[in-house]
C-alpha cells in the first residue's frame, strides 16, 4: 500500500504543480513527502509509471523534449538528469492528452522537486535562480489522436517564445524562461486553486517554490482552428489558471482567463501578488479580439477583474511585439480572479462627428452668384426702360 | 446707309440683352441650388432597411472606400471616440474614418464611417456630395483581405449635430453601413455645422 501511496501523491501534486484542469475529487492529500513540492514524477512515471495518466497507458504519442539549457549550459539528459541538476518531463493530464504539463524539475539525491531552489547548472554549477533563463524545445507536438498543439498556460517569466508548424504533427515550440514564484500545496484547501476554471480557498501557501513549468492545450482533430493558437500565458503567484474565450450577446468577444492561488504567501501575512503577461498573436487580436491591425494600445483593449461577483476596470499594459502583443498585468490578488481582455467598446452612443471645418466655399460662391444675377437683371431692366423710354420719346 | 447701322447697333443690343438675362438667371439658379443642402432637416428617401439575412462570411478590415456616383475613392482610417464621447474625424480632408470600436463593414450590425464636408478655408472635403446620393447608389468597401463588400443606399436622414442616434451606431438588424457628414448651417462662432447628414446603405453582396 505504501507504493499506491507514494503513487497516488505523486499524480496529486502533478496536477496541483502543473495547474491541470482535473476534477478535485482525483486529487489525494495524502502526504507522504516533506514538501509539497517533493514528487515531481520523472518522464518514466509519464510514459508509464505512476502518473494518472501515462502515454504508454493512453495509447497515445507524446511530444519530444528536444533540448533543455539553461543559461547556456545544456543539460545532456533532460528526462534523466544527475543529482543536483534540473530535468524535465512531460506527462499527459488527460486521457486523450489534449492536456498535457511540461514542468521543470530538481533531481535532488533521488527526489524530484518541483522547487528549483538548490539546483544547479549542469557546466560551472552555478546556482538556478529567478534570473537563470531556462530554455526548452518540444518538437512533434500533434499527439495521439491527431490532437495538435495550440496554446500554453506558463508558470515562469518568459523572454523568448518561438512556435512553428503549429497545427500540424511536427510542431514545434522554443520557449526561453525564468523560473517564478509559485505557490504549492496538499491540502483539501488547494484543491479547486488548479479545478476549471479555478476556485482557489486557500489562505496561505505551503511552500513558495522557485517553479517552471507549462500547461498545455492540444485540440482534437475536428475541433477547428483554435482560438488561442500560438499563445501563452505566462503566471507569476498563481497555482492554477484556465483561459477560455466568450462572447456576449452581441457577438463580442473576449477571452478570460482565471486564476487560482492561495491569498497569502507560505509566512501567512504576506498578500500573495501575482502577475501575468499573455502573448496574443495577431490572428487572435485581429480575429477574436476584433483588434484592428496596427491598433495595439491601451485605447484599444479593456480588462475587467471580477471576483466574488464584483467586476471593476483593471489595469494593465499592452506592447506590440513580432506576431502580436503582450498584455501585462501586475499586482493580481487571489484567491479566483477571474481577467476578461476585449476590445474597449463606448460606453454609451456616441456623438456625431464634427466633420466640417469651415463654411463651404459653395457658400461664398452663391452669394458672388446671386450678387452678379442681380446686377445683370438690373442692367437688363435698366436697358429694356430706358429703350422704351427713347422709344417713347 | 444709316438703315444698316441702326440693324446692327439693334442686334448688338439684343444679343447684350440676352447675355445679360441669360447670366443673370444662371447666376440665380446657382446661389439658390447650393442652398438647398441646407434647407432640409427632415427625413428624405425614407425606405426601410433591408432585411436582415444570415451571414457567414467575415470580412477583414476595411483599407478603402469607394463611391463611384460622387467620384470617393478613399483611403479609410481607424477612428474612436473624442474626449467628449464624439466619433473622431480622420485626420485629414481626403481620407474617411471608419468607427474603430464598432463593426467591421460586410460584418452583422451597423459600420460607420465619416468624413469631412469642408475643410478650413472653405475647401471641399471627400464627403462634400455625399448627400446626392439617392436610393440605390452602390458604396464598395475594399477590406485588407482584398475583398470587395459592396452597399447600396436605402435612405438618408438628417440630425441635429448633438445628437446621439442610436439607429446609426447600435442597430444589429441586417449588415450596413452608415456613412456620416457635415450638413446645415456654418457657426462660426462654434465652428460647427448644425446638422449631419447620415447615408444609410446595407450590403448587397454577400
Known sequence: MGNVKTITSKASLLLIGLGILLSVTA??????????????????????????????????????????????????????????SIGAAICPSTEQGNRTGLFVYYRNGSTNDFDLTGAVTPDTSSPITADSDITITLTDMGTGFANRYSFALIHGDVSNWETSNLGTDS?????????????????????????TPPNCNANASEVDALGASMDMTFNESDEGSNDFSGAYFALTGAMGGFVQAERDEQGVASLVATLGAPHFLANGSTLNTGSMQAFLPDAILEDLLELPPGEVDTSSLEVTRTEDDETEEAPFSIEAVDGGAIVGLSNITFSSPAYSISRASADSTPGLPATGDGPLQQTNASSWSLAVGVVALLAVAFVVRRKYSSTNN | ??????????????????????????????????????????????????EPTPE????????????????????????????????????????????????????????????????????????????????????????????????????????????????VFKSQSGTNLNLITCAGDWSAAQRNFSKRTVVFTTIVNQ
Open chain 1, 27 to 84: 486529487i489525494s492529500p495524502l502526504k507522504v513527502h516533506a514538501t509539497a513540492t517533493e514528487g515531481a514524477p520523472s518522464q518514466a512515471d509519464c510514459n508509464s509509471g505512476s502518473t494518472t495518466y501515462t502515454w504508454d497507458g493512453e495509447g497515445i504519442d507524446r511530444p519530444v523534449i528536444a533540448s533543455l539549457s539553461v543559461d547556456g549550459e545544456v543539460v545532456a539528459d533532460p528526462t534523466s538528469p544527475t543529482s543536483g
Open chain 2, 1 to 50: 446707309m444709316r438703315k444698316p447701322l441702326r440693324t446692327y447697333k439693334k442686334l448688338h443690343f439684343v444679343v447684350l440683352l440676352l447675355i445679360l438675362l441669360v447670366l443673370g438667371l444662371v447666376s440665380v439658379w446657382l446661389a439658390t441650388k447650393n442652398h438647398e443642402p441646407n434647407q432640409d432637416a427632415g427625413t428624405v428617401n425614407q425606405t426601410p432597411a433591408a
Open chain 1, 171 to 195: 510542431a514545434s515550440v522554443s520557449v526561453t524562461l525564468s523560473p517564478v514564484r509559485t505557490p504549492y500545496g496538499n491540502g483539501d484547501d488547494f484543491a479547486f486553486c488548479t479545478a
Open chain 2, 56 to 167: 457567414k462570411k467575415r470580412y477583414g478590415y476595411p483599407v478603402k472606400l469607394k463611391i463611384p456616383k460622387i467620384g470617393v475613392d478613399a483611403k479609410i482610417q481607424y477612428v474612436g471616440l473624442t474626449d467628449s464621447g464624439d466619433l473622431d474625424v480622420p485626420s485629414n480632408y481626403t481620407d474617411v474614418g471608419w468607427y474603430k470600436l464598432g463593426v467591421r463593414p460586410g460584418n452583422p450590425g451597423s459600420a460607420v464611417m465619416d468624413g469631412h464636408l469642408s475643410g478650413r478655408g472653405g475647401l471641399s472635403a471627400v464627403f462634400l456630395n455625399l448627400e446626392k446620393l439617392k436610393k440605390d447608389d452602390k458604396v464598395t468597401v475594399i477590406d485588407n483581405k482584398g475583398e470587395t463588400i459592396v452597399f447600396s443606399v436605402t435612405k438618408t436622414k438628417k440630425y441635429s449635430y448633438d445628437e446621439r442616434p442610436d439607429e
